[in-house]
């Protein structure tokens, strides 16, 4: 079955970068797009990106560019998301999401889900 | 940049039918779908290509899209269907969500 386990939570001060891993078992991981979508406490969903695990390509929201930075390490089934120059409102679960069927544009299978504080 | 628009809440009684709006400008010319998320847990896609259900999603989960509104519509409502539930369309190839509907079922 389709599984995607996310590192664990993480704490970084105002400033900071943070890398979190999505590891995908169960599947061709080079077959399916991935989603970076976040959730502050309490609020709803913030879609971050995609990446294209069979040749690296990405694309960021507007909100992001510049900030985070989306890669595969093929070898090992796992995609990175890095979010730079943290601040308090970057504070949320963090979550990998892959594709559902033939487009890019459904979230079929999702992580766990990633916290990541930001506190001085 | 494009915008999608859900209530806040909605209620509805065990055993009737739940209807969650989701608007966005000319949103019947696109793909939407819907996720539910219950607390403490990663969403879930119920609903994708506007009407089509994933497998093992119970048929009582229906969607439509036409015009400036998606709806998804929960017959015969349980317990266990209450959640968020968050519309989803992309546009100019990004994801977009609306803010999400809390269903309670009292």
């Known amino acids: 079955q389709v599984q995607l386990v996310q590192s664990g939570a993480e704490v970084k001060k105002p400033g900071a970068s943070v890398k979190i891993s999505c590891k995908a078992s169960g599947y061709t991981f080079t077959s399916y797009y991935m989603h970076w979508v976040r959730q502050a406490p309490g609020q709803g969903l913030e879609w971050m990106g995609i990446?294209?695990?069979?040749?690296?390509?990405?694309s960021y929201a507007q909100k992001f560019q510049g900030r985070v930075t989306m890669t595969r390490d093929t070898p090992t089934s796992t995609v990175y998301m890095e979010l730079s120059s943290l601040r308090s409102e970057d504070t949320a679960l963090y979550y990998c999401?892959?594709?559902?069927?033939?487009?890019?544009?459904?979230?079929?299978?999702w992580g766990q889900g990633t916290l990541v504080t930001v506190s001085s | 940049s494009y915008e999608l628009t859900q209530s806040p809440s909605v209620s509805v009684s065990p055993g009737q039918t739940a209807s969650i709006t989701c608007s966005g400008d000319k949103l019947g010319d696109k793909y939407a779908c819907w996720y539910q998320q219950k607390p403490g847990q990663s969403p879930v896609l119920v609903i994708y290509?506007?009407?089509k259900r994933p497998s093992g999603i119970p048929e009582r989960f229906s969607g439509s899209n036409s015009g400036n509104t998606a709806t998804l519509t929960i017959s015969g409502t349980q317990a266990m269907d209450e959640a968020d539930y968050y519309c989803?369309?992309?546009?100019?190839?990004?994801?977009?969500f609306g803010g999400g509907t809390k269903l309670t079922v009292l």
């Open positions: 989803q369309s992309w546009d100019s190839s990004t994801v977009v």
């Open positions: 990446i294209n695990p069979s040749g690296g390509s990405t």
């Open positions: 999401a892959r594709t559902y069927g033939d487009s890019s544009g459904y979230l079929g299978d």
């Open positions: 290509q506007d009407t």
